[in-house]
């Protein structure tokens, strides 16, 4: 059999390959308890945060432009991305928030960060929303974690976002969303 970890990858490799159909199945991933919750800004501050690789297909351009419009469309308020993960367009990421951000807006790439360090931030700093703008996903755990933290979510709607993304704990956007979205 193939386990594939959402019912939207099941559905993928049934239309791919159908001749195999009846071996697919569903194994759902899932993250350990964090022991706590994160907890919302209580200033005027806007505190967003994501964790992927610096891939294309993350499109990390998005999401800064999105940050962007946002702080320009609000100038009263405070906003603060902070992205976790790596990649070798870390640095010209970093170097895009300095030429583009306005002045109301910051943002912070501290790079790979394990695990245990990762939710040990989300359970001990204030964050107001988690983000995921792939292009495609299987079932991001990156999502599970900030969900398992009690951090609402805002992700396109593709692959096994659809499945872990509910009105409940967040939104989805549409599968191509602008900066605006």
Partial sequence: GLFADSAVG??????????????????????????GVSYPSIDEGLRIVSCSTTAGLKRLDLLLDGVKTAAHERPYQRFEWIHFGDGPDREIYIERIKAKFPPN???????YTSVIDLVDFYLNNPI????????????????????????????TAVGGNIEIVQEKNGMLLSENPTPDE
């Fill in 105 to 111: 807006a910051k943002g912070f790439f501290p790079g």
């Fill in 10 to 35: 099941r559905s993928y490799l049934r239309n791919k390959y159908p001749e195999f159909g009846s071996r697919y199945q569903v194994s759902l991933l899932g993250v350990p308890d964090p022991g």
């Fill in 128 to 155: 107001d929303v988690f983000v995921n703008v792939s292009k495609t996903e299987g079932t991001s755990v990156a999502i599970m974690e900030a969900i398992s933290c009690g951090i609402p979510v805002i992700a």
